[in-house]
């Protein structure tokens, strides 16, 4: 591995340093599954947010559903609170393509019209396929295109972000 | 009936034609994917683009309402377009066959059949017909299998007793013609539950059902004693033609649930129909609307369960 990559926790306190002076009482805050969610609810509790975290799971609204069939362990998504003229942080780990996002954007619209949405991501690796940006960002990273930037949780709660060579992975 | 039909070559699911045969992998995937699509249901808007462009056509050769009903809503909230004919009354009386309806719906570019008949193997015949793109779910044939319904079952028992491991299951009434109870059967012990019983007169039981690995009672009272869950069919009046049975009253006073015989039952015991009910056949009205009565949730979890089948075949 030729890239040292950053420390998740590092990027995660710099996202919050970005967060805090924006952060208000009618704040909302989505986290998309798996590694969004650990990423929010780490955000939501140092921001000291009152409404309750949602998370989504964008199984559902992919658009390579019918390349690559249903995700098989589909995770429920649950929006805890009106959405209708809410004010929504989206939070992800890694924004790439930009389809996450998009299907994401699409699922909470199914709950509600929303009065904005902003997006907070741990990396931003580039490439986007959509017209998509973040406006808060841990880290911008150039990375290989066959490699896939992965956000793990360790058991005591500390986030670490790791390569997976994609190729490899699949044999 | 060849069972592997309904696999691919790598395990997935490409139709839904019976429980028998189907790995627990694949119930616990249905199952937990249905457990995402409970909360569609509770939102503004109660549709997913899941499925959208794909038409699913409801053959049902014989009627039915509820059964129909769920899968059109279910797949109304994936976005896909669906058509409900209802054959007996359509070309089959002008004497058109089967696989020629089955030929000229998939001509109008068909993703899916959804097939209820009173052929055992119906939709085996079709699934073994189409197109490889097209998907097959049996929304029960005879008195062959309705594995639909025993898996909406197989997820109202998980949402109440929340394992299957240390379940004392009863399934009550006339399981010689139902479809339900062979397809419940399968379900429960793939999914683990060690002790199934059935509770039924000799007349309406199969030959040796004990080979399904049940147990057998003809005393009501002793077989409900401790379990967790009963199961209570409908006396199939329709298929009964000349009837087994001396009469409605004698049914119920020897097999219809009074509160007095779900006493025997463990307190928690929760009480489930796949409807619809006969009250006062082989239900009291004071049970069916009880406190131990999951009989309406259990429509409402079909509808999630449907749509994960639903999901998870046009997928593949």
Known sequence: ?171 | MNHQLQLSKNGELLHLLTIEGLPTAILTQILDTAESFTGVTEREIKKIPLLRGKSIFNLFFEPSTRTRTTFEIAAKRLSADVLNLNIAVSAQSKGEALLDTVNNLSAMHADMFVVRHSQSGAAHMIASHVKPEIHVINAGDGRHAHPTQALLDMFTIRRYKHDFHNLRVAIVGDILHSRVARSQIHALSTLGVPEIRVIAPKTLLPNKVERLGVHVYHDMEKGLCDVDVVIMLRLQNERMLGANLPSNEEYFKYYGLTPEKLAKAKPDAIVMHPGPMNRGVEIDSVVADGKQSVILPQVTFGIAVRMAVMSILAGN
Not at chain 1, 78 to 96: G, H, K, R, T
Not at chain 1, 113 to 130: K, N, Q, T, Y
């Open chain 1, 1 to 171: 591995m030729s890239h040292p990559l950053p420390d998740a926790e590092f990027l995660l306190a710099e996202l919050i340093k970005q967060l805090t002076p924006i952060a208000h009482e009618s704040m909302a805050m989505v986290g998309i599954h798996t590694g969004g969610v650990w990423i929010a609810q780490r955000i939501h509790q140092a921001l000291g947010l009152k409404i309750p975290l949602g998370v989504l799971d964008i199984s559902f609204y992919r658009d390579d559903y019918s390349k690559i069939g249903l995700h098989p362990q589909v995770k429920p998504s649950a929006l805890p609170f009106e959405v209708e003229n809410s004010q929504i942080i989206l939070v992800d780990d890694v924004l790439y393509t930009g389809r996450t996002i998009r299907a994401a954007v699409n699922e909470i619209f199914d709950y509600g019209r929303p009065a904005s949405i902003h997006l907070a991501v741990l990396v931003d690796r580039g490439e986007r396929e959509l017209p998509i940006a973040a406006q808060y960002v841990g880290a911008v990273l150039s990375l290989p295109a066959n490699n896939m930037l992965e956000l793990k949780q360790q058991l005591d709660g500390k986030l670490s972000l790791g390569l997976l060579d994609i190729k490899l992975a699949a044999e």
